[in-house]
């Protein structure tokens, strides 16, 4: 409004020793870019033969859906999902939140029917599962790298207010069931880092009271999110005993992910994401704890963790360094 313009767009980017110029050209660089961080690539060949052979087992989520978390979704839990809504760009779709939000009663009663057929047929439309990347340059990092850009994802505004319904309801039934460990403190009620701040102290304190050593270990996921094992989240739910539509839901909406990257009003060719949880994505953080759970079960006895969503620690006191 003040006629003041910033443009994030670089004028160039470098592959080798050669330079990428040209808006198509770029995006697309960049979209390799990200389908590599979302690939098998990065997998250790140990992961990948476990991978293969464990994708061979169909997950069998075969249920009445009498359970309460697979009943029909009620008018107040769209209310609540679009009304817990942040005002953000939208997907490919163009339906903002604005537009959502200012529906009459009609009208919402009209989306409920939608969504509750899209939840009883297990159905969703493609452009759900489609994402605008929007390239945002890392702080302090050399802007002519593609390795230097994080990717802001835009996904379906109508998608986003579904997910929240149906993350209300996956969040209710593990924390009512305590099926989420409580070394995890990430994206949780009445929970935060504060827990593991005292928890550490404490811990400290009473090496120190008993003159022992207390060591730490931090320990942090390169790529987590863009590689967590997709089938292995749903494996973890199945293991959690979900069945019928919630868990049904979620092996749609991941599947068969893609997204395109957006400089300026250029558009890259279509990119698959093979791996991960969608970025930006209302259901990753919850997927995501699922997944890491079960990594506290690998420390023994004499150990303590820590556990923030992807950041882990673990701790060990003893008078014998």
């Known amino acids: 409004m003040q006629g003041k313009t910033s443009s994030t767009i670089p004028s160039h980017l470098r592959d080798d020793n050669s330079s990428i110029t040209g808006l198509k050209e770029m995006s697309n660089h960049l979209g390799q870019q990200f389908a590599h961080n979302s690939s098998s690539a990065n997998s250790s060949p140990a992961f990948i033969s476990h991978r293969q052979t464990q994708e061979t087992v169909p997950i069998d989520f075969t ?9 029909l979704f009620s008018l107040k ?10 005002s953000t760009c939208p997907g490919t779709d163009e339906i903002h939140y604005s537009m959502i939000s ?7 009663v ?11 047929t297990n159905t969703l439309p493609p452009d759900w599962r489609h994402a605008l990347v929007i390239a945002i340059a890392k702080p302090g990092k050399d802007s002519t790298q593609a390795n230097s850009y994080r990717p802001i994802s835009l996904t379906s505004c109508l998608c986003k207010t579904f997910e929240r319904m149906i993350n209300s309801r996956l969040v209710w039934t593990l924390e ?13 009620k009445r929970r935060s880092t504060v827990d593991h701040l005292i928890r550490l102290d404490s811990y400290v304190k009473k090496a120190f009271s008993r003159s022992e050593h207390a060591v730490t270990i931090f320990f942090d996921l390169e790529k987590a999110y863009d590689t967590t094992w997709k089938y292995g989240i749903l494996k973890d739910l199945h293991k959690l ?3 019928g539509r919630l868990p049904l839901f979620i092996l749609n909406f991941l599947q068969d992910r893609t997204f395109q990257v957006r400089m300026g009003s250029t558009l890259s060719d279509t990119f698959q994401q093979e791996m991960g949880v969608p970025q930006g994505s209302v259901l990753s953080v919850t997927l995501f704890s699922i997944k890491i759970n079960s990594i506290v079960e690998t420390l023994s006895s004499n150990i303590t963790g820590s556990l923030f969503v992807d950041d882990f620690s673990a701790s060990c006191r003893s008078r014998n360094m």
């Open 110 to 120: 009209h989306l409920l029917t939608l969504l509750n057929d899209a939840w009883t």
């Open 241 to 243: 005993g979900f069945r």
């Open 176 to 188: 009512s069931q305590n099926l989420l460990s409580p070394l995890q403190c990430g994206f949780r």
């Open 77 to 86: 839990e769209l209310d609540d999902a679009i009304s817990s809504s942040h």
């Open 63 to 71: 249920s009445s859906n009498s359970e309460n978390y697979n009943a």
């Open 102 to 108: 200012h529906l009459p009663h009609l009208s919402r």
